[in-house]
Structure formats: C-alpha cells, structure tokens
C-alpha cells in the first residue's frame, strides 16, 4: 500500500502532505518498509510475471 492514499486520523490530512507529526511519523515509516515492488502498478507486476513465466517455459523447453 502506499501512502499517498492515507489520511491521517490525527490531523484528517492526506499522510503524503505530513501536516502534523503523526503524518510525518507514519510517512517515514511507510517509506522504509516499501519493498521494488511496491511502486508498480498492479498490470506491470501482471506482465512481469507473464514475462517470468514465458522465460522459464523457454527454458524448460530447451532442456528437453
């Protein structure tokens, strides 16, 4: 999930404008949990796995 969706329950702002510190708080520790992949949308991820499994299907074909 990322933060720019998020309203805080303290100030009723977006978390991603940090008005108060709870929001800063909050958007410092989303940040440093974020993983690569939280950045794509959910139809890049669809096609990196298309691509993932396409590869390995090549593979397995070679192989044989």
């Given at each position: 999930?990322?933060?720019?969706?998020?309203?805080?329950?303290n100030c009723a702002?977006?978390?991603?404008?940090?008005?108060?510190?709870?929001?800063?708080?909050?958007?410092?520790?989303?940040?440093?949990?974020?993983?690569?992949?939280?950045?794509?949308?959910?139809?890049?991820?669809?096609?990196?796995?298309?691509?993932?499994?396409?590869?390995?299907?090549?593979?397995?074909?070679?192989?044989?």
């Amino acid at each position: 999930m990322t933060y720019d969706r998020l309203v805080c329950a303290n100030c009723a702002a977006p978390v991603s404008e940090g008005r108060c510190p709870v929001c800063r708080a909050n958007r410092e520790r989303l940040q440093q949990e974020s993983n690569p992949f939280s950045g794509l949308n959910p139809m890049a991820l669809v096609a990196l796995l298309a691509v993932l499994v396409a590869a390995v299907a090549l593979l397995a074909q070679q192989t044989v």
